[in-house]
């Protein structure tokens, strides 16, 4: 069984499609769907449904996906072993980050990350918190950072920290900035007009999900996917935003905003590390974990 062969089959199993993994891989669709119809000549077995939806695995694909995993993770730590030999852990970490924290932590994580473990490689991708876990699940993640993850089949959550969110406000031309904006009760931010991103982000859910415990619902102005657009919108004078600090510190003009803390009740995010259970970490993934946790709580500590 040609190792090869093998991968490309997962790939294909578990994005459920021979475009994405093609994508994935970087290897042409039709080279792709060579080799694994190969494969399936070689095990006299029909390995994937394929339809106009993408590809599905049959009995023996379920049963083979199941094997497979293993295989190649077993491949992996044979070479990091080799690694360990030499003295380096090597192979490639993907990594999860929502669009907030991305922009506070890919410089210092890539930089830890190419000190401590030269001979790797990092992938970073930025997504939804509800996407990310999906991908997790199937492989296109080996580790994500989610805001308000829920317990689900197939993945491990690791606790981070907690996240206040703040009303971003913009600065009024003259006003100085101490001292700072009193706390603001959650009953009237449901009164002010919100910039935010659409569902399913995970701080647009959790915020209705707080205001409909005390009785309200938010005024969304406008619903739009992105940190810099969502500031922009609000320091042009659109309306307010409801997000974490490092959102507004590492902005480029954070003195064009107000931020106050949010009271009666506070309004709280839960942060963790998620990994996939269905695939063991690496050690590589494993030391990329624990560089993920020291530089996010250094970094959102500090902001």
């Known amino acids: 069984m040609d190792l090869k062969q093998l991968e490309y089959f ?20 039709p080279a792709l769907s060579r080799q694994v119809r190969l494969l399936e000549v070689e095990l006299r077995q029909s390995l994937l449904v394929r339809n106009g939806r993408g590809a599905t695995p049959t009995e023996a ?14 491949v992996e730590r044979a070479r990091e072993e080799l690694g360990r030999v030499r003295g380096s ?3 490639r970490v993907a990594i999860g ?20 473990l030269p001979d790797a490689q990092l992938s970073i991708s930025e997504g939804l918190s509800a996407v990310m876990q999906e991908w997790l699940v199937n492989g296109r993640l080996d580790i994500a950072v989610l805001y308000n993850a829920q317990p689900a089949a197939g993945i491990e959550m690791t606790p981070l920290l907690n996240e206040d969110l703040l009303l971003v406000q913009a600065r009024p031309p003259g006003l100085s900035e101490d001292p700072p904006p009193p706390p603001i009760a959650l009953r009237e931010v449901a009164r002010l007009p919100l910039v935010i991103p659409s569902r399913p982000n995970a701080i647009r859910m959790h915020v209705e999900s707080e205001m409909a415990g005390i009785g309200c619902r938010p005024v969304i102005a406008l619903e739009i996917d992105g940190v810099s657009a969502i500031l922009d919108l609000v320091a042009d004078g659109a309306g307010c935003a409801l997000l974490p600090a490092n959102a507004v510190t ?4 954070p003195s064009a905003f107000t931020t106050r803390m949010i009271c009666d009740p506070p309004l709280r995010t839960r942060l963790s590390v998620v990994t996939s259970s269905l695939r063991p970490a ?22």
Not at 67 to 73: D, E, P, V
Not at 250 to 253: M, Q, V, Y
């Open 89 to 91: 852990l090597a192979g």
């Open 97 to 116: 980050l929502p669009p907030t924290l991305a922009r506070v932590l890919t410089v210092p994580l890539t930089r830890a990350f190419r000190k401590e």
């Open 10 to 29: 997962v790939r294909v199993a578990e994005l459920g499609s021979f475009t994405r993994a093609s994508i994935s891989l970087d290897v042409a669709q």
């Open 282 to 303: 690496t050690l590589t993934q494993q030391n990329t974990l624990a560089l993920i946790q020291r530089i996010a709580r250094m970094q959102l500590s500090a902001s």
């Open 250 to 253: 590492s902005s480029i003009r």
């Open 61 to 74: 694909g379920k049963l083979l996906l199941e094997h497979g995993r293993g295989i190649l993770h077993q």
